[in-house]
């Protein structure tokens, strides 16, 4: 069975930094995209930042040059580093591992950035 558990969320004021963790147990998930969504009040689940098989990564351009995404396959485990947080970033954060075949999703993991 697979399971995917994030951790690391936390209340912050804005310009600290906090670092998620997503384990994943089940399965060896070094062929899947990796992933970090986020869900605010009202809206719609939005795509944070990815990272493929061999590494590359995507970020979405509210995030970009703050937010850093890792993995580590060996552990089945993918960090996301978020500095300088806004209070815009606050929402629930969803941890996703994905192939075309499977599509994996997280309890996800509040962060709140006060102002």
């Known amino acids: 069975q697979v399971r995917l558990v994030e951790s690391g969320g936390d209340l912050v004021q804005a310009g600290e930094s906090l670092r998620l963790s997503c384990a994943a147990s089940?399965?060896?998930?070094?062929?899947?995209?990796m992933g970090w969504y986020r869900q605010a009040p009202g809206k719609r689940r939005e795509l944070v930042a990815a990272?493929?098989?061999?590494?590359?990564?995507t970020y979405a351009d509210s995030v970009k040059g703050r937010f850093t995404i890792s993995r580590d396959n060996p552990k089945n485990t993918v960090h996301l580093q978020m500095n300088s947080l806004k209070p815009e970033d606050t929402a629930v954060y969803f941890c996703n591992i994905k192939n075309i075949l499977w599509d994996y999703w997280g309890r996800g993991t509040q962060v709140t950035v006060s102002s």
């Open positions: 089940g399965s060896d998930f070094s062929l899947y995209t």
């Open positions: 990272i493929a098989p061999g590494g590359s990564t």
